[in-house]
């Protein structure tokens, strides 16, 4: 081969290397500089500005229930679980002398025991307030002392959730609550504020406040013990201007969208007020009204973002607002 032939064919190679790297470089371009948008619009509803606890559920209040006297169960007419009402009878019970003469009287035959059990009765063990039983302590046949508790009786099952300090002074009792159990995620029970601690404490230097929160309505699942996840509605507002909080941005302190051009269909960077937020929406104050369409650009992987926009798009200046109600 020439020496021309092989500078020649140097030449063409190099060339078309050339070209390759150009056709890259600009396909690398497009592909980073393409910004694809998702729209959203402006609405109006209700928000509320939330607090997270937790915390785990307990009794209100846990009252033992004891026999008059000591003595033996003769018969138990309730189980764990259990809602009784005040006055109700959960078991029967010997007192020691009933039972020592019951069991020498079934020696004598079934007569002489029948005839004793009519003449000495047994004794109720009666529920003192409406609840739900708890805990059972004995079985059919178990002695017992009048110091021995015979039932836990609870009237409501509440969650003792630990509240911030910092979030405390914006809890108010009969506030509405969410009460979500670690055991049961998908169960959303309404709850209300019922009690809120005058006396707070303070463990690895972080303080908080217990609140007492109560369901509307005690699931036959909620136990004493389970873990607890509440959420606290405040500064509840109604009928209000409403936008996706992705939507934001906030450029030099300022907020900003990307608000639709009705005249052009492009989005254009414009300046608005806010309000409180729940995490998913936000409240809009001023700048935008009902309908407006916002547009959230969308990046993919490798994606080249503008120094000139906060929202990754070519450079479009921030339109000031227009004070639209």
């Known amino acids: 081969m020439s020496k021309g032939t092989t500078t020649r064919n140097a030449i063409i190679a190099i060339a078309v290397l050339v070209i390759l790297l150009i056709a890259g470089f600009v396909w690398l371009s497009s592909r980073e500089s393409a ?82 059990a009519e003449l000495y009765l047994a004794t109720p063990v009666l529920a003192p307030i409406e609840g739900t039983v708890i805990q059972k302590n004995v079985e059919p046949g178990q002695t017992f002392a009048s110091s021995d508790a015979i039932f836990q009786l609870s009237d409501q099952l509440t969650v003792k959730a630990q509240v911030d300090e910092t979030d405390i002074s914006r809890i108010k009792l009969k506030e509405p609550a969410v009460i979500t159990l670690d055991a049961y995620p998908d169960e959303k029970l309404p709850a209300f504020v019922d009690k809120i601690a005058f006396d707070s404490t303070t463990v690895n230097s972080v303080t908080t406040f217990v609140v007492d929160v109560i369901p509307q309505k005690t699931p036959t699942f909620m136990r004493s013990g389970m873990t607890a996840n509440v959420t606290f509605s405040v500064d509840l507002r109604s009928d209000v201007l409403l936008m996706p909080s992705e939507a934001l941005k906030v450029v030099d302190g300022k907020t900003v969208v990307l608000l639709k051009s009705p005249e052009t269909n492009k989005p254009e960077t414009h300046r608005i007020e806010v309000g409180i937020t729940d995490g998913k929406m936000t409240e809009v104050l001023s700048g935008l009204k009902e309908g407006d369409v916002l547009m959230i650009s969308e990046f993919k992987l490798g994606d080249r973002k503008s120094n000139n926009s906060p929202f990754g798009m070519p450079g479009s200046p921030a339109r000031k607002s227009n004070k639209r109600p």
Do not use: C
Not at 100 to 115: H, I, N, R, S, T
């Open 35 to 116: 910004v694809t948008f998702k729209e959203v619009s402006v609405t109006r509803g209700n928000i509320a500005h939330t607090i997270l606890s937790s915390g785990f559920v307990q009794p209100r209040n846990r009252l033992q229930i004891k026999a008059p006297v000591a003595g033996r169960i003769e018969q138990i007419l309730v189980k764990e679980g259990q809602v009784v009402k005040k006055g109700d009878v959960m078991a029967w019970m010997s007192s020691t002398e009933r039972a020592a003469l019951l069991d020498a009287a079934a020696g004598q035959g079934p007569e002489v025991y029948k005839k004793w």
